[in-house]
């Protein structure tokens, strides 16, 4: 089967669709004849990237809030067919050290991060093990391989992700519904703006993450690591002893690039959003 024939007439829903990964995503997956439904807590954005690629469904959704995610599968399912694939892409990476992080951000990015993809992923669970089939696709990240300075409560709601993913997958297994992970590298989005890529290492496109999403829904496979060359990286430094490990990463720039190295001018947009400033 092609991979536009593996892809045709395929109800797909993304969180955070609005912009970055979530939006390059529905645009590709849309070209292949999918049917995509975006949901994104910014309600201006969702219905304009909505309107402009002529989805066939989008509304605002807070994926940290049962009713909002509940109400938002419910609809998607009546105006536009049975979910074949749920990818849970909405997240946020405010960075900076522990110590300055309120309180209100930590509950914040574990909300968005871990609970808004848990949260989705059982109440889609639900509706695709009563009819044999679906896909659920998480977005994580190379982070929740590694430890980042900058990123202590990011790099553990990515590591979380990654460890409910591969449950779920043997949970389930058996049952008709795939589960995978998308761990990306630094991506030239809003969300790693001012940031700059670790030395020898490009930031990617959203349009790379996107063609690995498209890639898992035609085969799907428990994990892709996006760039190959910063997947290969991070499998072997986790091959390396901890302090050969930390060692080349600070080579890499991974101890200043999101604390002292940021440019907190471009970035300063981006963290105003995430963090309700």
């Known amino acids: 089967m092609s991979k536009i024939e593996s892809i045709r007439g395929k109800v797909v829903v993304i969180t955070g669709g609005a912009r970055g990964i979530g939006l390059a995503t529905a645009v590709a997956l849309e070209k292949l004849g999918a049917l995509i439904a975006i949901g994104d807590i910014d309600e201006k954005t969702v219905k304009e990237s909505g309107t402009d690629h002529d989805f066939e469904y989008y509304a605002r959704l807070d994926v940290t809030d049962?009713?909002?995610?509940?109400?938002?599968?419910d609809d998607v399912e009546r105006e536009v067919g049975p979910i074949d694939v749920l990818i849970n892409n909405a997240g946020i990476m405010p960075t900076g050290r522990l110590v300055d992080e309120t309180d209100q951000i930590t509950r914040r990015i574990l909300d968005i991060n871990i609970y808004g993809v848990i949260l989705g992923s059982k109440i889609a669970l639900a509706r695709m093990l009563a009819r044999g089939k679906g896909h659920i696709i998480n977005i994580a990240s190379l982070?929740?391989?590694?430890?980042i300075p900058g990123l202590a409560t990011y790099n553990a709601s990515k590591h979380?992700?990654?460890g409910f993913t591969d449950t779920l997958r043997e949970e389930y297994r058996g049952t008709g519904v795939a589960f995978s992970s998308v761990l990306p590298t630094l991506t030239n989005t809003e969300l790693g703006s001012g940031v700059a890529a670790p030395k020898g290492l490009?930031?990617?496109?959203p349009e790379?993450?996107?063609a690995a999403v498209v890639r898992l829904i035609t085969k799907p496979r428990p994990k892709a690591r996006v760039t190959r060359a910063a997947g290969a990286m991070s499998v072997f430094v986790n091959l390396l002893p901890q302090s050969a490990g930390d060692a080349l990463g600070r080579s890499m720039g991974s101890g200043r690039?999101?604390?002292d190295d940021v440019d907190a001018e471009k970035r300063r947009a981006y963290e105003e959003r995430v963090r309700g400033d």
Do not use: K
């Not at 049962?66 to 599968?73: C, E, G, W, Y």
């Not at 982070?143 to 430890?147: K, R």
């Open 66 to 73: 049962i009713q909002s995610f509940t109400t938002f599968l």
């Open 143 to 147: 982070a929740g391989e590694t430890h």
């Open 160 to 162: 979380a992700v990654l």
């Open 202 to 205: 490009p930031a990617a496109e």
């Open 208 to 210: 790379e993450i996107a």
């Open 257 to 259: 690039a999101f604390l």
